[in-house]
Antibody, heavy 122, light 112 residues
């Protein structure tokens, strides 16, 4: 059974940094692209960032580009999101998401973690 | 970016009756590889989303056959043949054809 467990969320002041982690199990981690999707309180879903299974390509939403950095450690079955220069607009539940497709570009998301809440407030 | 627009935003339905949700994209979702990467997700209150339909009409593993997807190009539909109580929540369409991946704003399904 696929399991994704996020951690690292919390309350942080504007301008500060936070690092999210996601530990995966139940599948061959290094065969799949991994992504982060966020959901502001009471709002819809917003794709944030993704990293390929080979770690040779990353992508970011315009709203976070230059501030967030995604990475993965295939030896630890983990994906990370380093978030710098946080603003109140970044307040959201951050989901770690697994691609459905193996060893090709992720087109669909088939497994979601429970999420970790990031609150940016002074 | 491709804009995904869902209608309606709210849908009160009677148990056992059908329901339908529309999703329109601002550009064609047909990819040069011949596939169309449109998926539907369902989010129950307090839970993460789960995948229902991928590539327009393929049901994901474990999804009941009362759910079906159709469409092409820029117009897509999710249909539930007979709504059950567990179907309440918010439904999202998502395009996987182009980066960045984008979602519809969500349609809330409620029981009358």
């Amino acid at each position: 059974e696929v399991q994704l467990v996020e951690s690292g969320g919390g309350l942080v002041q504007p301008g500060r940094s936070l690092r999210l982690s996601c530990e995966a199990s139940g599948f061959t981690f290094n065969d799949f692209d991994m992504h982060w999707v966020r959901q502001a309180p009471g709002k819809g879903l917003e794709w944030v960032s993704g990293i390929t299974w080979k770690t040779d390509n990353v992508g970011y939403a315009a709203s976070v580009k230059g501030r967030f950095t995604i990475s993965r450690d295939n030896a630890k079955n983990s994906v990370y999101l380093q978030m710098n220069s946080l603003t109140t607009e970044d307040t959201a539940l951050y989901y770690c998401v697994k691609a459905m497709e193996r060893k090709v570009t992720a087109r669909h998301f088939d497994s979601w973690g429970p999420g970790t809440l990031v609150t940016v407030s002074s | 970016d491709i804009i995904m627009t869902q209608t309606p935003l709210s849908s009160p339905v009677t148990l056992g009756q059908p329901a339908s949700i529309s999703c329109k994209s601002s550009q064609s979702l047909a990819h040069s590889d011949g596939n169309t990467y449109l998926s539907w997700l369902h989010q129950r209150p307090g839970q993460p989303p789960r995948l229902l339909i991928y590539k327009v009409s393929y049901r994901f593993s474990g999804v009941p056959d009362r759910f079906s997807g159709s469409g092409a190009g820029t117009d897509f539909t999710l249909e539930i043949s007979r709504v059950e109580a567990e179907d309440v929540g918010v439904y999202y369409c998502m395009q996987g054809t182009q980066l960045p991946r984008t979602f519809g704003q969500g349609t809330k399904l409620e029981i009358k």
